[in-house]
């Protein structure tokens, strides 16, 4: 589970930064397959930041 941790926030590192370079389809998928692997603790910072970033791109 620790390695995903790592993994999600460096993909919504990556999603903003895609984001940022007009590529916001690409960070849209990306950041999804991650986030949609957990299954619990989504009152974790990092879950709670790809949440709230992946609003903003579904938009």
Known sequence: MKA????L???TSLAR???DTNRSDEARAML???YN???EG???A???DAKALLD???Q
């Open 56 to 58: 903003e791109l579904n």
């Open 32 to 34: 999804a397959d991650i």
């Open 4 to 7: 995903k941790a790592f993994e």
């Open 37 to 39: 692997w957990f299954t």
């Open 42 to 44: 989504f009152d974790n």
């Open 17 to 19: 930064l895609l984001r």
């Open 9 to 11: 926030r460096a993909t």
């Open 46 to 48: 990092d879950l709670k």
